[in-house]
């Protein structure tokens, strides 16, 4: 891949968060795996260049279960960013996990269906081990970076990821919450997985916007519309987060092994 150095920190938006930065270039990228969700919108925050991209597309016209990730992955790593942050609006599974509560996920457990979910497709083969996939550099400094702020934090998280668009069943929903899994969405799975296939760093900031429906009993069953009122009642928050930690992420990949994904997983 012939990479442009544009940007070096990547952000997707999830529901409820389109725009991100202000005095950006627009760039359109063409990739192998088709058409991105939207163009990326170019800016400075601090020393770096970030590149931003609204996952569902700049007006949400785009369900979670067709978003075209490798696209998406593909064109951060084509303009030359390292790391990509993905914030994204998720359920709880736990009652002690509340929302307006944020969550560093370190696990996630893909109950997807049907999505292109490699970049590895041969003739040489490749055996990614995803055990602990996330950049330990990058979770360290959000987690960090959230306490500062006053925002309350679990520093680790397991999601699961539902393919969508339905939610989930209530026996569904009670059947995350008995495996101890902590959050739930639609997203993380496969864009962060994909993000260290290309040798980029992941880190997932989970924003939690409701119990789901099999936790708490006598809550209303969640929809997007709840989902985005709560998200945006949050979505500064959520900025002045990646503000601060995108300023505290060092020049140089020195306490992690994500670039080497693709080297090691090689046979």
Known sequence: MEQKKLATIGVFGGSGFYKFLDNVEEVKVETPYGMPSDNLMIGQIGEHKVAFMPRHGRNHTIL??????RANVW???HVG????????ASGSLQKHINPGDFVICDQFVDWTDGRKSTFFEGPVVHHPSAANMYCPEL?????DTAKQLGIKVHETGTMVVINGPRFS???????????GWDTIGMTAFPENYLVREMDMCPLNICLITDHDCG???DVPPVSHHEVCRVFDENIEKVKNLLFRVI????AEREHCECANTSRDSQV
């Open 247 to 250: 300023e505290s992420i060092p």
């Open 169 to 179: 069943t209530t026996a569904e929903s009670k059947f995350f919450t008995a495996q």
């Open 64 to 69: 979670p279960h067709l978003i075209n990730y």
């Open 139 to 143: 979770r360290k400094i959000a987690i």
């Open 75 to 77: 064109a951060m790593k």
């Open 215 to 217: 936790l708490v009993g």
């Open 81 to 88: 960013c390292e790391r990509v942050i993905s914030p994204c």
